[in-house]
């Protein structure tokens, strides 16, 4: 009887922390799918808005982030960004995957920078 309660009660914490982080991801998708992905020095994260939308929320970040745009370009079904930043240079890259859902990779410096490039996807995210 004591192991079925401890079982059951090892069911319910589980059950529980899986649900709270689906609501946490469910939670994050009205900008972002609220998932990254860090491959190659890349991160990699899709976003519930067009294409310009979120190429302008893009600049707005490079911005707000205190970056020196060098270079900007739209066109079509993609876009790219690139930028100065402490003497870093970043990329940005952009690419509509369908109706209002726009995937956007970021790149700082030649070998990659999780942490900054994590910060500039909360930017985006937060200028959509």
């Not at 079925?4 to 922390?17: D, G, I, T, W």
């Not at 972002?32 to 992905?37: D, I, L, P």
């Not at 707000?64 to 739209?74: D, K, P, R």
């Not at 930043?85 to 990659?112: K, M």
């Amino acid at each position: 009887m004591r192991i079925k309660n401890l079982v059951l009660a090892m069911m319910l914490l589980l059950s529980a922390v899986a649900v709270t982080g689906c609501g946490a991801i469910i939670a994050g998708t009205a900008a972002a799918t609220g998932t990254y992905v860090y491959v190659d020095g890349q991160a990699k994260a899709d976003y519930r808005a067009s294409l310009g939308r979120t190429y302008d929320a893009s600049l707005a970040a490079c911005r707000s982030l205190g970056m020196n745009i060098t270079g900007q370009e739209i066109d079509g079904d993609s876009a790219s960004i690139s930028a100065d930043y402490r003497g870093d240079t970043i990329w940005i890259r952009l690419s509509l995957e369908g109706d209002n859902f726009t995937q956007v990779s970021v790149r700082v410096g030649l070998l990659g920078d999780k942490v900054q490039s994590r910060r500039i996807h909360d930017s985006i995210a937060a200028n959509l």
